[in-house]
């Protein structure tokens, strides 16, 4: 189990971080989907440790949003109080574009979209994750890459389209 969750590790931050938003949520997410998954080792089947860790995420995300839609909206903290991040981002507009971007796409064609073009997932691998047929997984994958190409396209960032 502490092999898979090692090997798997970096894929998981990205995708957490890609749901999240946020890097404090998404090692928020990442810490409590790695705490799921040892706690529940015992329903692992020794197969595609992948696929369960996502689903575990997945799972685990679908429930921090419904628990946030039932909270009060919090206020911003203030960027006199925000605290620095550290990691340098290779271009802190385009990333800002693009996070923008991905969190206008709804939970559901984000989880579609990161799984495919970040994480390398393959549809079948992606509707087994997201427990979801096959052509739900495609068609939701279309149309977020059709909003996201759009989005960027008015942005004058790009077309994915054209890619």
Known sequence: MRDALLIHLPALRR???????SREEAEDLLQTTLLRAVENQRQWRGENGKSWLYAIMTNLNRNRLRTRARQPLLQPIGEDLAVS??????DPLLHNTLMRA????NPEARAVLLLVAIEGCAYAEVAQILDLPIGTVMSRLSRARR??????????????SNR
């Open 15 to 21: 995708y957490a971080h890609g749901l999240a938003g």
């Open 85 to 90: 991040d550290d990691a340098p981002a290779p």
């Open 102 to 105: 991905l969190d206008t796409l």
């Open 147 to 160: 909003q996201l190409s759009e989005l960027l396209a008015h942005k004058s960032i790009t077309s994915l």
